[in-house]
């Protein structure tokens, strides 16, 4: 008996332990290293796969890469975000790539409201070389849009003034098999209040009355987290869910519901109608509401058999409402559903003693109860009736690393390259210590995800280790952020952001050191 009261008191002791190491031991993210401030170089040989694939650098010295894309002649194009943790800005450019380091500017952001965060072409009516390019804009001036952007480099607004000046922004877009444009939409706040962090990132300032809209109505739970005042007067706030920073909110609140909103996917059709002359109310009175209750769904893709998947990023331990241990999520969208934020993670309550931070505060939910149904007027502004659906988020089709940033997704659709129906996921890397400690550098990969068992592995890695190149001394991968396969199915692309460091006085973004790399299968067809 006395050895088994020992054990037993080991185990109830044991989560105890394996906090305090973590509290005690220091961070050691990928991106907290002086090395990246090193000229980049580019090699194959630094970064492994499983065994037949190559991998090369197809183009180098891009500033801020975010996305590939082809057209339907089968030309390769690259997005360059032209904004950077850190506040750095830049032009957001459509690029298309010639050769080796040999590029044309297809069209340019004319008024500085990026990032481009993504791209996807939609063939024309009229044939080949007569498609456009729509590009989801994250718009930290005016709000996100989504551009149409045409082959003599165009732009034309579809959507504006998306909810789009917090920490995440307009994301996609995909092209889906009934011929409507997808985006998402990320939230404003990390975890649906704002706070501190908010400030810190920059946008409290210039946005000092926003916060998180949802897409249906809901109900309070009273629950408001206390912070200094970061707008500089002094003093302390406190701060509800859904609410400008310092506005309390009580028990039994209703935040009512709207479209465009935050943390959802949402879709437009592809042509625009002409009896609307303006190109702006053309698509804005077609733009529906797919489904919500997601933090950051920055990769949206569509499997071979036309199902719609969406990448989630986690909530990270920062600001007045930390959650810890919020891994990456892998949804399978269905239409008219809530998938759980800002009080779940997956399946799971964030109230739950696994998500409370080391030290820290248990999180407390902010809804008195799940949004439930979609009502019908709030669904659709086109006038499609939502799906009746259950009150609580389903189980997700995975959950990656937490902190691993997963930002791309593509689906292999060729024997040749292998895997077929299997997602690739561009793992941008940890951004340690802004968004949570790790012990360990996480992410800096590109995974393969048997969405079937819900099983991930690696596919190319730095052959070093974990972590950019930079910090390994190598010639590898630094952030990969988008994949995307050639229209045969025979070349995986990928974007890779480039260095990125921080430390505590935030971010760190290096111009040119951007690329784009093709992995193939010998042999493959």
Known sequence: ???????????LVLPALLASCYAVRPTRGGGETRSGAQLRAYSAEDIALP????????????????????????????VESGYAYGETYQAS???????????????????????????????????????????????????????????DGSI????????????????????GPDGMIYFSQGTATNSGVVGEDNAEFGWLKDHPEFHDTPCQDLTLSGVNYRSKDARGGGGEVETGAFSAYGTKTPEGQIIPGQIPCNGAILRIPKVVSHENKGPNDAAVGKLELVAWGFRNPFALGFAPDGRLFAIDNGYDERGSRPIWGAGELVWEVHQGRWYGWPDYSGDKSVDHSEFTPPHGERPRRLLKKPPGPWLATQAAAGGTAPEATPDLPPVPAAVLPVHA???????????????????????FGDMAPQAGKV???????IARVDLSRGVAEDF???????????????????RPVSVRFSPDGSSLYL???????????????????????????????
């Open 1 to 11: 008996m006395r050895t088994s009261y020992a054990f037993l008191a080991g185990i």
């Open 51 to 78: 065994a037949g694939y190559r991998i090369e650098a197809v183009a180098t010295g891009l500033t801020y890469p975010t996305a590939v894309v082809f057209d339907d002649t089968g030309a390769l194009y690259v």
């Open 93 to 151: 450019r459509l690029l298309k790539i010639l050769g080796p380091n040999l590029f044309a500017s297809v069209a340019t952001s004319p008024d500085s409201n990026g990032p481009w965060t993504g791209a996807v072409f939609v063939p024309g009516e009229s044939g080949k070389g007569h498609g456009s390019f729509y590009i989801a804009e994250g718009g930290h001036k005016k709000g996100g849009r989504i551009l149409r952007v045409g082959g």
């Open 156 to 175: 034309q607004p579809l959507v504006e003034n998306l909810p789009s000046f917090g920490d995440h922004h307009t994301n996609g877009p995909a092209l």
């Open 405 to 427: 940033s997963a930002d791309g997704m593509d689906f292999s659709t060729s024997e040749g390259f292998g895997y077929k129906g299997q997602a690739f996921v561009a793992e």
């Open 439 to 445: 012990l360990e550098p996480v992410g800096f990969k």
């Open 460 to 478: 190319a890695v730095n052959r070093k280790g974990a972590g950019p190149a930079s910090r390994l001394g190598s010639h590898g991968l630094e």
């Open 495 to 525: 974007a890779d952001f480039g260095q990125l460091t921080m430390d505590d006085k935030g971010s760190h973004a290096r111009q040119r050191t951007g690329a784009i790399w093709r992995i193939w299968k010998e042999g493959g067809k």
